[in-house]
């Protein structure tokens, strides 16, 4: 049955990532200008008929249909086409080089929120109405409410001038310096999960509130367990799927998250090469960028479909 769920979820993921394509064409076909312009730059005013010529040597003035089919049957060959701007360059080529970080960044950002957000949701819950609750629903609070950006300049800013604090200015790969790619990571991927962590704690805490008043949890307790061992064996296993669920569904917001924080701390991840290949006009470019997004938040999602049969047995898949 598991087998039969993943194979249906696996077609739906194929079509959601052919629309998703389509759309993303579509909409940058639509901003003014082309990437021979943004190319040329101030040259860019050349005689109309080298113009012309150097848009044919493009493609860019094939039918929209015929660039999307030229576009989908190089995901085929592995290259997903070549950069418009960057001449030799596959697009696949330029991700490559680019998803490891924005990967790292966001599983950091995602590890924080959970260790963060998890634990103090279930403190919340178990000392609900007391100092520790309110002071934990004020933090929670001030997670949702800040933007990201915000509390990264922040960051940079006031932890320079008084803490001594320097975000690096290059990047470095954990393959050379796992200590120095660590301390680099650190600090954005805090900022990023900090927000996903709020959301956590407040859902931790009522589902956790529920199931602390189950019969379960009751008959548990009747038997003479710890409340330790009642919360963390019995309440916390139940209350987790809506955690996962809201984990899930926040794989998205840790990519665009992820986009603020490598501009402010420089980092050449995913974030930065859609914002350039945007600027630019870089069609293929962008296209690949957000179907690799879009594959990666349908991955995290089918996962987490999956996993609730692990976390509940009484979860049946139809």
């Given at each position: 049955m598991l087998r039969v769920y993943i194979f249906k979820r696996m077609i739906a993921s194929v079509v959601v990532m052919f629309?998703?394509?389509?759309?993303?064409?579509v909409l940058m076909h639509l901003l003014d200008g082309d990437a021979l312009i943004a190319k040329l730059g101030e040259t860019g005013?050349?005689?109309?008929?080298?113009?012309?010529?150097?848009?044919?040597?493009?493609?860019?003035d094939d039918p929209l249909a015929v660039q999307y089919l030229h576009w989908v049957a190089s995901l085929f060959d592995g290259s997903m086409g070549e950069s418009l701007i960057y001449d030799g360059r596959t697009v696949?080529?330029?991700i490559l080089s680019a998803l490891p970080i924005t990967l790292e960044l966001g599983l950091l950002g995602m590890l924080s929120a959970i260790l963060i957000g998890v634990p103090l949701g279930v403190v919340s819950a178990v000392r609900q109405d007391s100092f520790l609750d309110y002071g934990i629903?004020?933090?929670s609070l001030l997670g949702l409410s800040i933007?990201?950006?915000f509390l990264g300049l922040i960051i940079i800013i006031y932890g320079t001038l008084y803490l001594g604090y320097h975000p690096p200015r290059f990047y470095v790969p954990i393959t050379d310096d796992p200590i120095g790619n660590i301390k680099m990571m650190l600090i954005p991927s805090l900022i990023l999960g900090f927000g996903l962590s709020a959301s956590i704690m407040r859902i931790t805490r009522s589902t956790v509130l529920e199931a602390l008043h189950e019969d379960y949890a009751r008959t548990a307790r009747a038997k003479g367990l710890k409340e330790r061992t009642v919360v963390i064996k019995h309440v916390l296993r139940n209350a987790l799927i809506p955690v996962m669920t809201l984990v899930g569904n926040q794989a998205a917001f840790i990519f665009s998250g992820a986009l603020i924080i490598e501009i402010l701390f420089v980092l050449p991840g995913m974030?930065?090469?859609?914002?350039e290949a945007i600027q630019q006009r870089d069609y293929p470019q962008v296209q690949g960028c957000a179907l690799i997004a879009g594959a990666v938040v349908v991955g995290i999602n089918l996962l987490v479909d999956v996993s609730y049969g692990w976390v509940d047995p009484r979860v049946k898949y139809g």
């Amino acid at each position: 049955m598991l087998r039969v769920y993943i194979f249906k979820r696996m077609i739906a993921s194929v079509v959601v990532m052919f629309l998703l394509s389509l759309i993303i064409f579509v909409l940058m076909h639509l901003l003014d200008g082309d990437a021979l312009i943004a190319k040329l730059g101030e040259t860019g005013r050349i005689p109309k008929d080298q113009l012309d010529g150097l848009r044919a040597e493009m493609g860019l003035d094939d039918p929209l249909a015929v660039q999307y089919l030229h576009w989908v049957a190089s995901l085929f060959d592995g290259s997903m086409g070549e950069s418009l701007i960057y001449d030799g360059r596959t697009v696949s080529s330029r991700i490559l080089s680019a998803l490891p970080i924005t990967l790292e960044l966001g599983l950091l950002g995602m590890l924080s929120a959970i260790l963060i957000g998890v634990p103090l949701g279930v403190v919340s819950a178990v000392r609900q109405d007391s100092f520790l609750d309110y002071g934990i629903r004020m933090v929670s609070l001030l997670g949702l409410s800040i933007p990201q950006f915000f509390l990264g300049l922040i960051i940079i800013i006031y932890g320079t001038l008084y803490l001594g604090y320097h975000p690096p200015r290059f990047y470095v790969p954990i393959t050379d310096d796992p200590i120095g790619n660590i301390k680099m990571m650190l600090i954005p991927s805090l900022i990023l999960g900090f927000g996903l962590s709020a959301s956590i704690m407040r859902i931790t805490r009522s589902t956790v509130l529920e199931a602390l008043h189950e019969d379960y949890a009751r008959t548990a307790r009747a038997k003479g367990l710890k409340e330790r061992t009642v919360v963390i064996k019995h309440v916390l296993r139940n209350a987790l799927i809506p955690v996962m669920t809201l984990v899930g569904n926040q794989a998205a917001f840790i990519f665009s998250g992820a986009l603020i924080i490598e501009i402010l701390f420089v980092l050449p991840g995913m974030g930065r090469l859609t914002i350039e290949a945007i600027q630019q006009r870089d069609y293929p470019q962008v296209q690949g960028c957000a179907l690799i997004a879009g594959a990666v938040v349908v991955g995290i999602n089918l996962l987490v479909d999956v996993s609730y049969g692990w976390v509940d047995p009484r979860v049946k898949y139809g």
